[in-house]
């Protein structure tokens, strides 16, 4: 796993390509935007909102695929859409050729900036990373940063750090099974006791503890889109406004 260079980028003006239409794509151009950046979308359709926000001339879009050559003039760019494995490639390679910063969403290997876990308040801006370890990990620490976690923790925040080697573990595991785990299940299974298993030396214990409660996930019968563990949980306190990360 790389160590990544911790850096703020100021993004006004500046040509950010965006492959895909869909909803993370949508939320990596709302939150471009945000920054004053000027995306370019390539994708051949586009959610409802990005249909709006196009027509409104809020950023350009190429109503097509990923072609190389794409990647021209572009200060950073990012794949929101993996599904085609040959254009990750391609935009990777060209990415490369071009000396052009590239996320990959969820293709950690093939990414040279990966975006952080970010609370704002006002002016300040809170940045974490797992390295791409563990998105879910991520989750957790905006969470209890922002005070928005629903779980709580008689542990201070950091502490939460010496899980990654078993987080990163369940969801290499997880992917190879071709699972599917809800992000809120995730952050239900992460309970104070796997801190204390890794802390006092137990690991291989907080790895199958953390693994059983996964597996709850793969077949439990909640509603789609909703975990009942983690609506089960206190209902989070307000605080700062979070906003979510990509790998």
Request: net charge negative; aromatic share 6%.
């Amino acid at each position: 796993m790389p160590a990544y260079y911790p850096v703020f980028l100021d993004l006004r003006g500046r040509r950010v390509v965006v492959v895909g239409g869909g909803a993370l794509g949508e939320e990596k151009v709302e939150r471009l935007l945000e920054y004053g950046a000027k995306p370019v979308v390539i994708s051949p359709d586009l959610t409802p909102v990005l249909s709006h926000m196009a027509q409104s001339g809020e950023f350009t879009w190429l109503e097509r695929g990923y072609e190389v050559g794409d990647l021209e003039g572009a200060f950073i760019a990012i794949v929101a859409d993996t599904s085609d494995p040959a254009v990750n490639d391609a935009a990777y390679a060209e990415a490369k050729e071009r000396n052009v910063p590239l996320n990959v969403n969820d293709v950690t290997h093939q990414c040279t900036w990966i975006a952080p876990s970010v609370v704002r308040r006002g002016e300040v801006i809170v940045a974490t990373s797992t390295g791409g370890a563990s998105p879910a990990l991520a989750r957790k620490f905006r969470e209890e940063l922002a005070g928005t976690s629903r779980t709580g923790s008689r542990h201070p925040v950091m502490d939460y750090a010496d899980l990654t080697p078993i987080l990163s573990y369940a969801r290499t595991e997880i992917l190879r099974k071709g699972i599917k785990i809800t992000p809120d299940h995730w952050q239900a299974c992460m309970e104070d006791d796997l801190v204390d298993m890794v802390r006092e030396g137990r690991n291989e214990e907080a790895k199958m503890t953390l693994m059983s409660r996964l597996m709850l996930g793969a077949e439990c019968d909640c509603t789609e889109g909703t975990c009942k563990m983690w609506e089960d949980l206190a209902v989070p306190s307000d605080g700062a406004h979070a906003t979510s990360a990509a790998t």
